[in-house]
Structure formats: structure tokens, C-alpha cells
């Protein structure tokens, strides 16, 4: 089966660094995304890696290794408005998007 | 400003009715698709549609129903044969010649059972 898993939950420190990983398991491989999703809202697009290498968007960066199937979302700076969960997702060999549960990242001041 | 509405914010059903959930776009995209979200577990896709007139199932398709008569709107019925319907609704579009047909999503509906 196909499969995507994130942490379910991470703790961080206002104005420090934090490394949301990402591992999947897809029949086929066509792209990865990283959304945003504050509670009871929608999700925004963040990011997007078609090839290995790192990504970067002013204080977020992604990573992606396809040999490892292995991403990161790294969030610098952290304000107190990036609490919010982040959602990776895989496109297929099928162009379906398969979806992680998503990662809680709180943030303390 | 281009975007993508749906409407209610929250909406109760009670025991054997039909509901239905609106959705709405300006963006001119042709990709329509309609998710449910769970406490817990990842966006579970129900149905998406890439051209009027035309939709495909998903992967928990079974209790739901929609249309897509006109590009803009992809509106989604919960029937009463979805047994287990309480959960936040989005809807979202995509341009299919974009390089990274990213999804836009709308605000959702939370769906509750009375």
C-alpha cells in the first residue's frame, strides 16, 4: 500500500529552527508538496520538490531525496503564527496525491 | 480577488436527510476536487472533476454524490447512505497546465450529525 508518515506532533521554541520530516512510500513518484493548515482553516500551499535537492522560500525550506524517499520542511525564525499543522503529500505514477496525517507543530514563546 | 468559497461554514444533518455542501471558483481552473478530513488521519479524496459534465470517483466515494455543470461550481450532496458523515469538508481546484497543479483550497464545512 501506499503510505506517507510525519511526526504527529512537534514542541518549539519562538525564534529557533524546527525540521519537519516527511518519509513516503508511493507507487511512483511525481512530486511532493507541503501545505500549511492552521486549525479549522484551509490548507495554503507552502512548497513543492520534483527533484533532489534543497528548496528554499524565504524562512521555510523543503528537502527531498527520491533514492531515500525522504523530505524535510524546515521552518527558521519561528513565529508564534506558525503554529499550525503541515501537511505533506506525494503525487503518484497515477498523479493522485496521497496525503501524511499531517504534524501539529506547536510553538512556545 | 480570485479564489474558491464554500458555503456553510458548519451545517447539521439530521438522521436520513440529504445535505449539500457548496463550492466556488473564480480562478478559471478546470480541476475540481472535493476531500474529507478526519482527526488524525490525511485528507481522504471523494470525488474531483477536470471538465464540465465529467467527474470521477475517489478513494471513499460511496455516500456521496456531486455535479459539474458549470466550470465554477462543483457543489457535493451527503446523502443519507453515508452513514458516518460528521467531518471538515474542503474543496479545492487546480489549473491542470500549471507546472505544479498546487491545489487552492476553500475554507471548508464542518458537517455534524444531530
Known amino acids: 500500500g501506499q503510505n506517507i508518515d510525519q511526526p504527529t506532533e512537534m514542541t518549539a521554541t519562538e525564534g529557533a529552527i524546527v525540521q519537519i520530516n516527511c518519509t513516503y512510500q508511493?507507487?511512483?513518484?511525481?512530486?511532493l508538496f507541503w501545505y500549511q493548515q492552521h486549525a479549522g482553516e484551509a490548507p495554503t500551499f507552502l512548497s513543492y520538490?520534483?527533484l533532489d535537492g534543497l528548496e528554499e522560500k524565504g524562512r521555510f525550506s523543503s528537502f527531498l531525496s527520491r533514492s531515500k524517499g525522504y523530505s524535510y520542511l524546515l521552518l527558521k525564525e519561528l513565529q508564534m503564527k506558525d503554529s499550525a499543522s503541515y501537511l505533506c503529500?506525494?503525487?503518484?505514477?497515477?498523479?493522485?496525491?496521497?496525503w501524511g496525517a499531517g504534524t501539529k507543530l506547536i510553538i512556545k514563546p | 480577488d480570485g479564489g474558491i468559497t464554500q458555503s456553510p461554514k458548519y451545517l447539521f444533518r439530521k438522521e436520513g436527510q440529504n445535505v449539500t455542501l457548496s463550492c466556488e471558483q473564480n480562478?478559471?481552473?478546470?480541476?475540481m476536487y472535493w476531500y474529507r478530513q478526519d482527526p488524525g488521519q490525511g485528507l481522504r479524496l471523494i470525488y474531483y472533476?477536470?471538465?464540465?459534465?465529467?467527474?470521477q470517483k475517489g478513494d471513499i466515494a460511496e455516500g456521496y454524490s456531486v455535479s459539474r455543470e458549470k466550470k465554477e461550481s462543483f457543489p457535493l450532496t451527503v446523502t443519507s447512505a453515508q452513514k458516518n458523515p460528521t467531518a471538515f469538508y474542503l474543496c479545492?481546484?487546480?489549473?491542470?497546465?500549471?507546472?505544479?497543479?498546487?491545489?487552492?483550497f476553500g475554507s471548508g464545512t464542518q458537517l455534524s450529525v444531530l
Open positions: 503529500a506525494v503525487k503518484d505514477s497515477n498523479y493522485q496525491l496521497i
Open positions: 480562478l478559471n481552473h478546470d480541476a
Open positions: 520538490n520534483v
Open positions: 479545492a481546484s487546480s489549473s491542470l497546465t500549471a507546472e505544479t497543479e498546487k491545489l487552492f
Open positions: 508511493t507507487s511512483g513518484f511525481n512530486g
Open positions: 472533476s477536470q471538465i464540465v459534465n465529467d467527474f
